[in-house]
């Protein structure tokens, strides 16, 4: 009886991560350990926006020393970042299950993701019309489609990925 019960449990969670992938269009997918120390490497100052926190991978590792604002969309990544809150007793995190799309980004000093090529796409538009001067944007993999960063750090890690870092206002990219 116990097992069949843990075994509908671990059927409706990963049915949750299915379904919330093709709602999304993206699985949620932790930085790599390379990956996270490089965006860790990065000086930062002020207020974080992490766009699409997953399960807190990052989250928890940038809370260290920053105050930071992060945005879930999918149901258990965000119940799992959630309670880690809880236990972890974190004050200066917050873990919102919002879109990110529907959210104001004005008060973002750096914001920190880890997208798809399609969610960048849509992302320049509002970075332009909502960042402030000075706004930091660091991507994990996904460049900001036609624009250049102002720094790229090759991770060297097993997916062979880049941490794109732009300054705002962006540089136009001499590729189009």
Known sequence: MLSTFFILLISILLLSVAVDTVRLGISPMPSSKRAKQAILSIPKNGLIY???????????????????????CAFLPWIFSSLLKVIRRRKNISIERKNF?????SKADVVVCYLYPGAMEKLKDKFENELKSGALVISNSFQI???????????????????????????ESDLR
């Open 101 to 105: 799309f529907s959210e104001n980004l």
């Open 50 to 72: 992490e766009l699409g926190s997953g399960w807190g991978n990052l989250a928890f590792a940038l809370a260290e020393k920053y105050p930071i604002r992060c945005f879930e």
């Open 145 to 171: 489609p036609g624009k250049k960063p102002d720094h790229v750090i090759e991770v060297n890690d097993w997916m062979h990925c880049n941490i794109y870092c732009y300054q705002f206002p962006f540089k």
